[in-house]
């Protein structure tokens, strides 16, 4: 059976500090990674898709990925309080599907 | 533009009706998938559909019908469902299905709420 799995939180983190979300997978073939964010209520949203090795940033937001250790991570820095919500780590697992973890609740402290 | 629509926002239905759900693209994307999200859970995928066809149905219930009329459009027919299909329903696209890596972008999604 394929799985992501992701602490599934709360995680608290303090205005402008480093947020670390984590997820590790199951199979060491799976060839792409996403991070979507979801406000509760509303559908997932985009934040970053990484392929290969190593980190991707993208604005405020970095993508770390090890397939050796078949873990995936997003760091966001200077975190702000509209970075609360739940964060989901999904991975396709070289056919159409994508499989999601269970997210991670983010909360922002002012 | 990265814009997937879905109709109606909201629907209450009784366990007898039968109502449909729709989903819209203009990005000429070839892949659309259905998904079902319960509170506080994951998305879990309910069918796949590449240039038109089903290419994947997760085991879902009869009681659940997809169509893809088009390039553009998917439906979800429903019919006879019980209160524990409740849920946010989504719909998602992708470019190509023949590369399964590409980002699926999300609807808004239908929220139901079966009586």
């Known amino acids: 059976q394929k799985e992501v799995e992701q602490n599934s939180g709360p995680l608290s983190v303090p205005e402008g500090a480093i947020a670390s979300l984590n997820c590790t997978y199951s199979?060491?073939?799976?060839?792409?990674f996403f991070w979507y964010r979801q406000y509760s209520g509303k559908s997932p949203e985009l934040i970053m898709f990484?392929?290969?090795?190593g980190d991707k940033e993208d604005g405020r937001f970095t993508a770390q990925l090890n397939k050796a250790s078949q873990y995936v991570s997003l760091l966001i820095r200077d975190s702000q309080p509209s970075d609360s919500a739940t964060y989901l780590c999904a991975v396709c697992f070289g056919n159409e599907k994508l499989t999601f973890g269970t997210g991670t609740r983010l909360t922002i402290i002012p | 533009d990265t814009e997937v629509t879905q109709t109606p926002k909201h629907l209450v239905m009784g366990m007898t009706n039968k109502k449909s759900l729709k989903c819209e693209q203009h990005?000429?994307?070839?892949?659309m998938y259905w998904y079902k999200q319960k509170a506080k859970k994951p998305p879990e995928l309910m069918f796949v559909?590449?240039?038109?066809?089903?290419?994947i149905n997760e085991s879902v219930p009869s009681r659940f019908s997809p169509e893809c009329p088009n390039s553009s459009l998917l439906n979800l027919h429903l019919h006879a469902l019980q209160p524990e299909d409740s849920a946010l329903y989504l719909c998602?696209?992708?470019?190509?299905?023949?590369?399964?890596?590409?980002?699926?972008?999300f609807g808004p999604g239908t929220r139901l709420l079966v009586l």
């Open positions: 559909y590449s240039y038109e066809k089903l290419s």
């Open positions: 199979d060491r073939g799976s060839q792409s």
């Open positions: 998602a696209s992708s470019q190509d299905p023949r590369r399964s890596w590409e980002t699926q972008y």
């Open positions: 990484i392929y290969s090795n």
């Open positions: 990005m000429g994307h070839r892949a």
